[in-house]
């Protein structure tokens, strides 16, 4: 087998793939990461020729599965929706990744989802592969009984395909509590078996706690590290927060805890700016729009808050030390990140999955930002809901504060790993992760043969 470059792409130009792009960001990664490998292992051609024959593999999910979501509305009439699951690798655990439930969900942004997983699940060093799935419903403005028969529906199909030693997936955007809820209980319904097959369950009922803090406080202690390193920490810091989901409003949480000023949280209608910063009350106040009303920002209510129809946070030219894109995939493009330099932000903590475009991440780079990003930063929420999986196979529950604990040691260990691997490599710290969660990946695929 000869050696030799998978793309034609620049090295180095952005951390992930991004929707619209298939693998052609993550082949520029492997390439700079293969390339720096054989300049360090010139005489290892025997290993060189086993990472060669992982790649084409890597690329590729197990299997992708799509299937028709017939529902009822509450009117009557009948509905049709398109389902996905993408079981991208298992080579570490069971595939393990979110349901996403969103009118923008296609098999190319699942794909460009699960693939980005196999890497995050892989840093956090438990025992979990990478998949991704979700379907093209919008459970916006839809009643509860609308919102169950359509996840009865989805379901029972996609029951067919999971389980607690095979596939496990969560909730992402448009699936939180009520929907895991639902899926639950048609999965035991039509199983006849009580297992952790679902995570981000309700702690009554296997879930584990602080599985909603979990990804928001997880990017929180990943970026303390970084910090850290710099002979920094958080106190005083203006920090700008786009989302206004589990992700950013517990992030801006123990921003505020650990004595940040929090200065934005948004969602699709505009941003709320609160220019002396949020208080925690401020934040409940967003929550309990948001997860009981079901309402928009357009009814935050403060003296002191300004309310921004239809503006997002990047464009709002905010003076700021951090930043903590916690809404959507590429809601920062290049002109965004820009002006995030110029404002002064010299931290970018990436609560989202992969919320910054290749061009966005070379606007980092040429203005010397550093960039925390989304498969290490954010991987905070399937950390716990591997710890979830844990729980749940020993049939016992932990305290929020020995989760809290595990957390911070797994966030501090994939922070280690992508800083060893950086300067082991000579590479970014972005390449340092991916680079991170692409050897623990490879190593067991040459470890079980060509399967």
Avoid at 311 to 333: F, G, H, R, S, Y
Wanted: glycine share 14%.
């Amino acid at each position: 087998m000869t050696t030799g470059t998978l793309a034609e792409a620049p090295a180095g130009s952005n951390n992930g793939v991004h929707a619209g792009e298939g693998s052609k960001s993550y082949k520029a990664f492997l390439n700079e990461a293969l390339a720096a490998a054989e300049k360090r292992d010139p005489g290892q051609p025997e290993f060189m020729q086993a990472v060669h024959e992982v790649i084409p593999r890597l690329l590729e999910p197990e299997r992708a599965i799509i299937f028709r979501v017939p529902w009822t509305d509450d009117a009557g009439r009948e509905r049709v929706n398109r389902g996905f699951r993408v079981q991208f690798s298992s080579a570490l655990g069971p595939f393990k990744g979110g349901l996403r439930f969103h009118p923008s969900v296609n098999l190319s942004v699942i794909k460009f989802l699960g693939f980005e997983q196999i890497f995050k699940n892989a840093l956090t060093t438990l025992p979990m592969g990478g998949g991704k799935g979700g379907s093209d419903f919008d459970p916006r403005g839809k009643s509860d009984a609308e919102v169950m028969r359509f996840c009865q529906s989805f379901m029972t199909e996609l029951h067919r395909h999971i389980g607690p030693q095979t596939d496990v997936p969560a909730g992402d955007i448009g699936v939180g509590g009520r929907e895991i809820g639902f899926l639950f209980g048609q999965w035991k319904r039509l199983s006849n078996e009580f297992a952790g097959v679902l995570t981000g369950k309700a702690p009554a009922w296997g879930g584990s706690l602080m599985r909603p803090e979990a990804t928001g406080y997880g990017a929180v202690y990943f970026g303390g590290h970084i910090l850290k390193a710099n002979g920094d920490g958080y106190e005083g810091k203006r920090v700008l927060v786009s989302g206004a989901g589990n992700v950013a409003t517990y992030a801006a949480l123990k921003v505020i805890e650990l004595g940040g000023v929090v200065l934005t949280l948004s969602d699709s209608t505009g941003t709320v700016v609160e220019e002396g910063g949020f208080t925690k009350e401020q934040v409940e106040q967003v929550m309990d729009l948001k997860t009981r009303v079901r309402t928009t920002l357009a009814d935050y209510k403060s003296p002191s808050g300004v309310y921004h129809k239809g503006v997002a946070v990047w464009a709002l030219d905010i003076p700021a030390d951090i930043a903590m894109p916690c809404a959507t995939q590429n809601e920062i493009d290049g002109a965004s990140a820009a002006a995030l330099a110029k404002a002064g932000v010299k931290l970018v903590l990436e609560g989202a999955n992969m919320p910054t475009t290749a061009e966005g991440v070379a606007a980092y780079e040429a203005a010397g930002v550093q960039l925390a990003p989304a498969k290490a930063c954010n991987a905070g929420g399937v950390a716990v809901s591997g710890l979830e999986m844990a729980q749940n196979a020993g049939i016992t529950r932990w305290s929020a504060e020995e989760v809290d604990a595990r957390l911070q040691g797994i966030m501090e260990s994939i922070y280690n790993a992508s800083a060893a691997a950086a300067k082991k490599y000579g590479t970014s710290f972005v390449n340092g992760a991916n680079i991170a969660g692409f050897v623990q990946v490879a190593d067991a695929m040459l470890a079980q043969g060509c399967v």
